[in-house]
T-cell receptor, first 114, second 109 residues
């Protein structure tokens, strides 16, 4: 069974640009969660989608958004990039999601903002 | 919301020794407590988890204990090996999964 796939793995953007990251969950998983990982802040919860609906949202500004498609694939978008958005963005999938069960993480998309 | 604190932030042990990492959580409604191992350049990998109706769980060299009254849980690794070197994260969930800050474990051969 294929694991969680995130694309792209690495990308470099400049301030003010926007970026879209993609996540394909494990087959059969309906929940996709997104996390931002930085050395100073650790793993911070961005949002969770379940069956195309946003189920929960962390404390991030509105520049961070996401969506989930009918095949459970998810995208997250960051607009008007700032230097502080440089981070590893991790996607995790689960059958029931963070509320009740295991999360399986992808390798992440490393974003560098110059 | 949930707040998870993890200690220590770094831990260095000799191969064969035991390692213990401790976490506390704030939300008494949290009911699922996983532990993740993250190696360099990879995403976190679930290594063991425990639910609130269980006090202890063991899987080979790894064990987790949970004290719901005190709201703390711990990861125990026995007979450590160099390949155990990684960053370990604890987490607690209620409506979403909140992670501790991580412990960088180094096992010296």
């Amino acid at each position: 069974k294929a694991g969680v796939t995130q694309t792209p793995r690495y990308l470099i953007k400049t301030r003010g640009q926007q970026v879209t990251l993609s996540c394909s969950p494990i087959s059969g998983h309906r929940s996709v969660s997104w996390y931002q990982q930085t050395p100073g802040q650790g793993l911070q919860f961005l949002f969770e989608y379940f069956s195309e609906t946003q189920r929960n949202k962390g404390n991030f500004p509105g520049r961070f958004s996401g969506r989930q498609f009918s095949n459970s694939r998810s995208e997250m978008n960051v607009s008007t990039l700032e230097l502080g958005d440089s981070a590893l963005y991790l996607c995790a999938s689960g059958q029931q999601g963070a509320r009740t069960g295991e999360l399986f993480f992808g390798e992440g998309s490393r974003l560098t903002v110059l | 919301g949930e707040n998870v604190e993890q200690h220590p932030s770094t831990l260095s042990v000799q191969e064969g020794d035991s390692a213990v990492i401790k976490c506390t959580y704030s939300d008494s409604a949290s009911n699922y407590f996983p532990w993740y191992k993250q190696e360099l350049g990879k995403g976190p990998q679930l290594i063991i988890d425990i639910r609130s109706n269980v006090g202890e769980k063991k899987d080979q060299r790894i064990a987790v204990t949970l004290n719901k009254t005190a709201k703390h849980f711990s990861l125990h690794i026995t007979e450590t090996q160099p390949e155990d070197s990684a960053v370990y994260f604890c987490a607690a969930n209620n409506n979403d999964m909140r992670f501790g800050a991580g412990t960088r474990l180094t096992v010296k051969p």
